[in-house]
């Protein structure tokens, strides 16, 4: 195996990636929710309160990294709850099922990370949900004792 050296100062000038190399952040949208109960008792997706952004991507090329951390309370012994991304009015993500986060016991409390990666290809503002939906309808609160966040990421591609 070789090892390479590079000189501290080859890497102070590069202002770019070269071409067919991305993965450089681009811009950053972000918002979190604190202590917005919102009490969620249904086997149809709905969205989550106050999880939506919009975001301009900067090039048709760009894909966006998408992350939401979801803070849960189980109140009576629910199985769990399933998850969908839209971009728009698009479905993008969907976990499969309604109980991929699923619970022990009541009054159980978690915070899940979901993350996709979208690849728009558009340069118009977007804007991306996160929708939610209980198994067999039984009630979770989103959100009641803790802080959820939602971040979107413009990536170069």
């Known amino acids: 195996m070789a090892i390479i050296t590079l000189k501290n100062n080859s890497l102070s000038s590069v202002?770019?990636?070269?071409a067919g190399v991305g993965g450089k952040?681009?811009?950053?949208s972000d918002?979190?929710?604190?202590?917005?109960?919102?009490?969620?008792a249904t086997t149809t997706y709905t969205d989550l309160t106050g999880f939506n952004i919009s975001i301009t991507?900067?090039?048709t090329s760009s894909k966006i990294f998408m992350c939401a951390n979801i803070e849960t309370h189980a109140p009576s012994n629910p199985r769990g709850?399933?998850?969908k991304f839209f971009r728009n009015t698009t479905e993008i993500?969907?976990?499969?099922q309604l109980y991929s986060i699923f619970y022990i016991s009541t009054s159980e409390r978690q915070i899940a990370s979901w993350n996709y990666i979208d690849s728009p290809n558009t340069t118009s503002s977007t804007t991306y949900k996160v929708q939610v939906a209980?198994?067999?309808g039984q009630t979770l609160n989103f959100n009641q004792a803790s802080e959820s966040t939602f971040y979107l990421m413009e990536i170069a591609g």
């Not at 952040?25 to 950053?28: F, T």
């Open 25 to 28: 952040v681009l811009q950053v």
């Open 93 to 96: 993500y969907g976990s499969g």
């Open 57 to 59: 991507p900067s090039s």
């Open 15 to 18: 202002t770019e990636l070269p």
């Open 134 to 136: 209980t198994y067999n």
């Open 31 to 40: 918002m979190a929710i604190i202590s917005s109960t919102q009490a969620v």
């Open 81 to 83: 709850y399933g998850l």
